[in-house]
């Protein structure tokens, strides 16, 4: 069986018990089959990986269990013991068992052990103990495995390595010893995740998860944060799944989306990650059928109506994916980087015109979409998008400002914003100022002094 569909496994704000169960009901509807409970936000996951659950916690977590088993879901729950954990202590291993048995015990027989995000360095005894890194991890999940097989034999396990993706290789996956290793010496039935090229991979080829397959001798587990957007506070994804083809789905063992922070703007992540999981998948086809099932959700407190599904279509395309916006976007986009190729454009010609129509046109509908959000009936749907979409519309109206500007034929010596159009709620902060001080060109190289 491929494993697919969602795991919470962001940092930040964790997601609500009842968003979880909405959680479970989005995975079910498209055709997936998983839920894996990972919040970096729980402290007992990472830093407190010895304590069990309080008995609050527990019975939230029983819950979930409880919910999940009613769908039919695989319900599974992650522990990262990699931040300070000494692989050959047996007293560590024994803390891992007394986290896993209580996890047992409240029904839960799929665990996902993390190792993500930590310096591939051994603690001296380790260093003893171990040939290597990877070896020492693989010893300490064996353990594990082999601890919740004996009281489980259904149990599955699925291992986050240090190296997840081919950049922390050194994009070079057949020579990594750590994943070589890996291969070699993990029980072969634990499956293990992998992002793909990168930590977010724009894309994600047969070839390269043929290889990654062959070195960790059994195939990947896609973890998938293409949806993810805990490392960028601008951005917000709710486009479709792109980058992925099915001719990948022969040679992976599951793939489970790691999305927004935002809850509710997980829709259309979930919904394509099932449709590309379900075979024939045609990114545009399945981002219309999101749309069409999440518009339920955009409910209007005064009328009970909910918005069109223009107004949708636009909200998502303006928050699409992490290397792009929606088509309609996009190609709005490359006519007014045409519009302003040259200082002082000539604006009589009918094709600037045009794209000077269609700026203020998309001003518009951005203000009306504002507008009309602010309205929602769910409101953690308003929170998810109203921050950013508070950005676009100031964004698109300064553009739509500077090519009123440019219309009214300024002569060559004239800038802008002009004395009275001094705009004072531009972003600003250390951020901001470090972008200033190291510009980017569109390669994303930095220069600086010009
Ligand atoms: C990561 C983290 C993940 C985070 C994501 C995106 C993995 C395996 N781990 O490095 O928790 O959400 O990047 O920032 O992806």
């Not at 996890?103 to 603690?123: K, M, R």
């Not at 914003?417 to 190291?438: H, K, M, T, W």
Request: net charge negative; hydrophobic share 45%; aromatic share 10%.
């Amino acid at each position: 069986m491929l494993l697919s569909g969602v795991i919470e496994g962001f940092y930040g704000r964790a997601w609500s018990r009842a968003q979880r169960v909405d959680m479970l009901d989005w995975i079910v509807a498209a055709g997936m089959n998983c839920f894996i409970y990972g919040p970096k936000d729980d402290i007992k996951v990472r830093a407190r990986w010895r304590e069990t659950y309080d008995a609050e916690e527990a019975a939230d977590l029983a819950d979930l269990v409880e919910a999940a088993a009613q769908r039919g879901l695989n319900f599974m729950v992650a522990i990262a013991p990699c931040l300070d954990v000494t692989y050959s202590d047996a007293a560590e291993l024994q803390a891992l068992k007394r986290r896993l048995d209580q996890l047992l015990e409240l029904g839960v027989n799929q665990f996902v052990l993390l190792f993500d995000d930590i310096p591939a360095t051994l603690s001296a005894p380790d260093q003893a103990a171990f040939p290597n890194f990877a070896a020492a991890q693989a010893h300490l999940a064996n353990a594990a495995f082999a601890h919740v097989r004996a009281r489980e034999p259904r149990a599955l396990m699925v291992f986050c390595p240090t190296e997840y993706c081919a950049a922390f290789a050194g994009h070079d996956v057949p020579g990594s010893s750590y994943l070589d290793t890996l291969g070699r010496r993990l029980d072969p039935a634990i499956k293990v995740f992998w992002t793909g090229p990168d930590i977010v991979s724009e894309t994600i080829s047969a070839a390269s998860l043929a290889e990654v397959g062959r070195v960790l001798r059994r195939k990947p587990v896609i973890w998938d944060n293409f949806h993810a957007n805990d490392y960028d506070i601008r951005r917000v994804h709710a486009g479709p799944l792109g980058g992925r083809g099915d001719e990948i789905l022969p040679l992976i063992d599951g793939i489970i989306s790691n999305p927004n922070n935002e809850f509710e703007a997980n829709f259309v992540a979930v919904h394509t990650t099932g449709a590309l999981v379900r075979g024939g998948y045609d990114e545009a086809a399945a981002f219309e059928a999101a749309l069409a099932a999440w518009q339920t959700r955009f409910r209007l407190a005064s009328s009970r109506e909910t918005i069109p599904l223009a107004e949708l279509r636009l909200l998502a395309e303006l928050h699409y994916q992490p290397f792009r916006c929606g088509p309609t976007i996009e190609a709005l986009l490359g006519r007014t980087r045409q519009m302003l190729a040259s200082h002082r454009p000539d604006v009589d010609d009918a094709e600037w015109q045009a794209g000077h129509r269609a700026v203020r046109e998309l001003r518009n509908q951005v203000r009306d979409l504002f507008h009309r959000t602010t309205e929602l009936e769910n409101r953690d749907l308003f929170y998810a998008f109203n921050q950013y979409l508070w950005e676009v519309r100031e964004e698109v109206t300064h553009l739509c400002t500077y090519l009123d500007w440019l219309a009214e034929k300024p002569a060559t010596e004239d800038e802008f914003p002009g004395r009275e159009r001094i705009y004072n709620f531009y972003r600003q902060g250390f951020s901001v100022a470090v972008q200033d001080l190291l510009r980017r060109d569109a390669g994303g190289r930095y220069h600086h002094g010009a």
